[in-house]
């Protein structure tokens, strides 16, 4: 088991970058495969990436695929999203998940640890 807290969100202009954190502070988030999503007002959880539990795979959605990148620090127990290049539809609540299950990475139900959400804001 893990409890996930995601942080790094922020206000940015178009252009600029983020790097979000997802940290357990109970139990080793290494164990599991880790996701990010995220849910914009009105607007469904969608998935945007995906890191396996060794990090040898990702995957990512086609909305930000060259402009995001997944990874993750086993010795810190800490998952990352670093966000370049960043669109105004990229404004969003982002969630860390772990537990995610191959095939279905991108499935939000795949998962069963969540964080709480961090607010991303691209202003155009």
């Known amino acids: 088991q893990v409890q996930l807290q995601a942080f790094g969100g922020g206000l940015v202009q178009a252009g600029g970058y983020l790097r979000l954190s997802c940290a357990s502070s109970?139990?080793?988030?290494?164990?599991?495969?880790m996701g990010w999503f995220r849910q914009a007002p009105g607007k469904e959880r969608e998935f945007v990436a995906f890191?396996?539990?060794?990090?040898?795979?990702?995957y990512y959605a086609d909305s930000v695929k060259g402009r995001f990148t997944i990874s993750r620090d086993t010795a810190k127990n800490t998952g990352y999203l670093q966000m370049n290049t960043l669109k105004p539809t990229d404004t969003a609540v982002y969630y860390c998940?772990?537990?995610?299950?191959?095939?279905?990475?991108?499935?939000?139900?795949?998962?069963?640890?969540w964080g709480q959400g961090t607010h991303v804001t691209v202003s155009s």
């Open positions: 109970v139990g080793t988030l290494s164990n599991y495969n």
């Open positions: 998940a772990a537990g995610g299950r191959l095939p279905a990475y991108y499935t939000a139900s795949q998962y069963n640890y």
């Open positions: 890191i396996s539990w060794r990090g040898s795979t990702t």
